[in-house]
T-cell receptor, first 115, second 113 residues
Framework: DAKTTQPPSMDCAEGRAANLPCNHS???????VYWYRQIHSQGPQYIIH???NNETNEMASLIITEDRKSSTLILPHATLRDTAVYYC????????????????FGKGTKLSVIP | GAVVSQHPSRVICKSGTSVKIECRSL??????MFWYRQFPKQSLMLMAT?????????EQGVEKDKFLINHASLTLSTLTVTSAHPEDSSFYIC?????????FGQGTRLTVV
C-alpha cells in the first residue's frame, strides 16, 4: 500500500468545520483513499472512502484532488465527540484474495475539538 | 455496518500466565479476521491474519508460539497470549472485513503485572 503523510495534530473550534489533509503522492490508479478515526481507548471507526470523485456521507466529506496525490477529510460541524486520531490510508479496493484487506496505519492526525 | 464484539474489554493478569481474547463477528460470517496491537501513543500494528479453518499468517517479528490464534468458526477468532510478560501489555484489536470496509472491535486492554 502507498504511504500517506498527515500533520501530527490539529485544533478545531467546536461548531466549525475541521479540514484534515492527507498527502498520498505515490498512490496507484487502483488504490482507494480510506479514512478511519480512533477515539481514545476504542477500536478504529470507518468514516469514508473514495477513489477519485468527491464523496459525502452522514459523517463527513472527502475531497480528492484531480491528480489524486492528496485529499482532505471535512467534518462540517465539529463537536467535542469528534476529538480523535484520524487515519488516512490508501489501499487497493475490491477483493483480491485473502489477506488483501489488511490496513497499514500511519501515525494519523490527532484532532482536538476545543469548546 | 458489521458489528464486531471483543471480550474482555480489559484484563489484568500475572506475569507467566496466559490470556485469551475473543473476537466475534455478530452479523457477518468472516473467513478472515485481523489482529492488531497498539502500544501507548503509537499506531496500530498488524500482528496476524486469522483464517477460518487454517493456520494464521503472522507478520514479521510476531512470535506464533506466543500469540496463538484459533479461528474455528466463521464468527469467532481467539487470540491467546501465552506466558504473558509486562512487555506484552498493550491494546489488542481485532478487525473483520466486509466487502470493501473494515470493522473493528472495541479493543482489549491487557495489563501484565
Amino acid at each position: 500500500d502507498a504511504k500517506t503523510t498527515q500533520p501530527p495534530s490539529m485544533d478545531c473550534a467546536e461548531g466549525r468545520a475541521a479540514n484534515l489533509p492527507c498527502n498520498h503522492s505515490t498512490i496507484s490508479g487502483n488504490e482507494y483513499v480510506y479514512w478511519y478515526r480512533q477515539i481514545h481507548s476504542q477500536g478504529p471507526q470507518y468514516i469514508i472512502h473514495g477513489l477519485k470523485n468527491n464523496e459525502t456521507n452522514e459523517m463527513a466529506s472527502l475531497i480528492i484532488t484531480e491528480d489524486r496525490k492528496s485529499s482532505t477529510l471535512i467534518l462540517p460541524h465539529a463537536t467535542l465527540r469528534d476529538t480523535a486520531v484520524y487515519y488516512c490510508i490508501v489501499r487497493v479496493g475490491g477483493y483480491s484474495g485473502a489477506g488483501s484487506y489488511q490496513l497499514t496505519f500511519g501515525k494519523g492526525t490527532k484532532l482536538s475539538v476545543i469548546p | 455496518g458489521a458489528v464486531v464484539s471483543q471480550h474482555p474489554s480489559r484484563v489484568i493478569c500475572k506475569s507467566g500466565t496466559s490470556v485469551k481474547i475473543e473476537c466475534r463477528s455478530l452479523d457477518f460470517q468472516a473467513t478472515t479476521m485481523f489482529w492488531y496491537r497498539q502500544f501507548p501513543k503509537q499506531s496500530l500494528m498488524l500482528m496476524a491474519t486469522s483464517n477460518e479453518g487454517s493456520k494464521a499468517t503472522y507478520e514479521q517479528g510476531v512470535e506464533k508460539d506466543k500469540f496463538l490464534i484459533n479461528h474455528a468458526s466463521l464468527t469467532l477468532s481467539t487470540l491467546t497470549v501465552t506466558s504473558a510478560h509486562p512487555e506484552d501489555s498493550s491494546f489488542y484489536i481485532c478487525s473483520v472485513q466486509v466487502n470493501t470496509e473494515a470493522f473493528f472491535g472495541q479493543g482489549t486492554r491487557l495489563t501484565v503485572v
